[in-house]
């Protein structure tokens, strides 16, 4: 689960990368970024409470 939820979040952040540059999704690319760094505090604890 953990790999998964990693994976997701170097997704989200590419498509947020991409989506600044191209500046054609406007707001959508935000809210994909907050998420995705969301998705990496998870993992930063999940993986020091393990």
Not at 8 to 22: E, M, Y
Not at 23 to 48: F, P, T
Request: no cysteine.
């Amino acid at each position: 689960m953990g790999n998964l939820l990693y994976i997701i979040a170097v997704i989200l952040i590419i498509a947020w990368a991409i989506g600044f540059l191209g500046y054609s999704a406007g707001g959508l690319i935000h809210i994909l970024l907050v998420i995705a760094i969301i998705a990496i505090i998870l993992r930063i604890i999940q993986g020091r409470s393990v």
